[in-house]
């Protein structure tokens, strides 16, 4: 499977040529940082390429063998903003999605206990998520894209409100559930970068390679 971008082309008000042709193509297995300054574009990108945002020209296009699938229902988010059911349990809001992409109750409770014990939150099941801090928080949305079956996932600054140590557990498991989709990491931290198996730059409305 490949999420492949044909000169995508895409504009804010005041921004007319943010993204002016962007090529893009990942593949299963893969993992790609995509940084760049502030504002060049990044989460716009992100936001295309989960089909939240239509481009003004261009395409992006899930690929499974010559099929096209609707990029829209085959990803999982892990967004800047923390999206949490704040009086639910950690293990509830874990599963949140699972049962709606058709997994059934016992796969998806014992998957869920191994995403917790791998973002260091093993043994919270029960607490409800407001007694939780903002950085625990996170690695729940985390621990939930892990769980998902969901070829493509797409994360923004995942590792944003994270300490330097939990920062690398927590990339840990992502890039481990990360190992059998087509994962795009956006990100400011260089560590967090270097992780990822591609690191392209986003500058001036294109995406280039970093080579290291
Ligand atoms: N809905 C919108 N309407 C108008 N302009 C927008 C909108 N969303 C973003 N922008 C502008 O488009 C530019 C790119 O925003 P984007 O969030 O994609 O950048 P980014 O590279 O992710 O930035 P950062 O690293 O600061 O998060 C910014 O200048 C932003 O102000």
């Given at each position: 499977m490949r999420l492949v971008t044909d000169a995508l082309t895409f504009a804010h008000p005041g921004h007319p040529t943010?993204?002016?042709?962007?090529?893009?193509?990942?593949r299963v297995g893969e993992s790609v940082a995509v940084v760049g300054p502030s504002g060049s574009g990044k989460t716009t990108l992100l936001a295309l390429l989960g089909g939240l945002l239509r481009p003004q020209s261009g395409r992006v296009v899930l690929d499974r063998g010559g099929e096209e699938l609707p990029v829209a229902e085959h990803v999982s988010w892990v967004l800047q903003t923390v999206n949490v059911l704040a009086d639910r349990s950690v293990i509830d809001n874990v599963l949140v999605g699972a049962f709606a992409d058709g997994l059934d109750r016992g796969t998806a409770a014992a998957r869920a206990r191994t995403a917790l014990a791998a973002v260091g939150l093993g043994g919270t099941d029960e607490r409800p998520v407001r007694t939780l801090s903002g950085g625990e928080a996170q690695r729940i949305v985390i621990a939930r894209?892990?769980?998902s079956d969901r070829p493509v996932l797409l994360a923004d600054e995942p590792t944003g409100q994270l300490d330097q140590d939990?920062?690398?557990?927590?990339?840990?498991?992502?890039l481990t559930s990360a190992a059998d989709k087509i994962t795009v990491v956006v990100t400011h931290d260089t560590a967090v970068a270097a992780r990822c198996s591609r690191v392209l730059v986003l500058g001036a409305g294109h995406l280039a390679t970093r080579t290291r």
């Open positions: 943010l993204l002016d042709g962007v090529h893009l193509d990942v894209a892990a769980v939990t920062s690398a557990h927590v990339m840990d498991a992502l």
